[in-house]
């Protein structure tokens, strides 16, 4: 079992920076895959960002890439989401993930845990 906790979200203006944490609980933190996930009021949950569970491995969604930056830091058993130039489609409360392949999936299936999200608005 893997428990899920982010943090990290808030009010922000165009163009600024959010970084946001995903901290785990459980032994086997490392061996896990890991990504974030966001959805709109009305919209359908979006892949932003995912993690192989070695870090050595990096996936984004369209609309982030070249924009936020996930990491793992498997010592501290957290994922980050790094959160450059944000724009007011970019709020959407976001949901951290874990799954137990190699790599990480685009698709909500493919993760077996998730947290319970935490609100990001960017405001134009």
């Known amino acids: 079992q893997v428990q899920l906790v982010e943090s990290g979200g808030g009010l922000v203006q165009a163009g600024g920076s959010l970084r946001l944490s995903c901290a785990a609980s459980g032994r086997t933190f490392s061996s896990y895959a890991m990504g974030w996930f966001r959805q709109a009021p009305g919209k359908e949950r979006e892949f932003v960002a995912g993690?192989?569970?070695?870090?050595?491995?990096?996936y984004y969604g369209d609309s982030v890439k070249g924009r936020f930056t996930i990491s793992k830091d498997n010592a501290k058993n957290t994922v980050y989401l790094q959160m450059n130039s944000l724009k007011p489609e970019d709020t959407a409360v976001y949901y951290c993930a874990a799954g137990t392949s190699v790599l990480p999936g685009r698709k909500s299936y493919e993760y077996d845990y998730w947290g319970q999200g935490t609100q990001v608005t960017v405001s134009s």
């Open positions: 993690i192989s569970w070695s870090g050595g491995a990096t």
